[in-house]
């Protein structure tokens, strides 16, 4: 059974920053991808970051690039978020994801995804 546990949301002003980790069980992503949506209120869920963890290629959604970085421990299986500079509309439950077997052009899309995590809430304030 695979699992996928995030941790590090919280409150924080703007400015600041935070570092959400998500920790895979019960399978190995190095040949898959995995990343983060998040999902503000009212809104749909959007992607924001993913790597393709055979190759280390990452990717990024227009908003969050050149503030959030997404990395991978190997050894641990995690995949880590570190998001700076953060601004009130980052406000959203983010949540974790994992697939195997995304091709690249699917790595943005929701539904390409077959594992979720329960999701960590970042909010911050103005």
């Known amino acids: 059974q695979v699992t996928l546990v995030e941790s590090g949301g919280g409150l924080v002003q703007a400015g600041g920053s935070l570092r959400l980790s998500c920790a895979a069980s019960?399978?190995?992503?190095?040949?898959?991808?995995m990343g983060w949506f998040r999902q503000a209120p009212g809104k749909e869920r959007e992607f924001v970051a993913t790597?393709?963890?055979?190759?280390?290629?990452?990717y990024y959604a227009d908003a969050v690039k050149g503030r959030f970085t997404i990395s991978r421990d190997n050894a641990k299986n995690t995949v880590d978020l570190q998001m700076d500079s953060l601004k009130p509309e980052d406000t959203a439950v983010y949540y974790c994801?994992?697939?195997?077997?995304?091709?690249?052009?699917?790595?943005?899309?929701?539904?390409?995804?077959?594992?979720w995590g329960q999701g960590t809430q970042v909010t911050v304030s103005s």
């Open positions: 790597g393709k963890w055979s190759s280390g290629h990452t």
């Open positions: 994801a994992a697939g195997m077997g995304l091709i690249t052009s699917s790595l943005r899309i929701e539904t390409a995804y077959s594992y």
């Open positions: 019960g399978m190995n992503f190095r040949r898959g991808a």
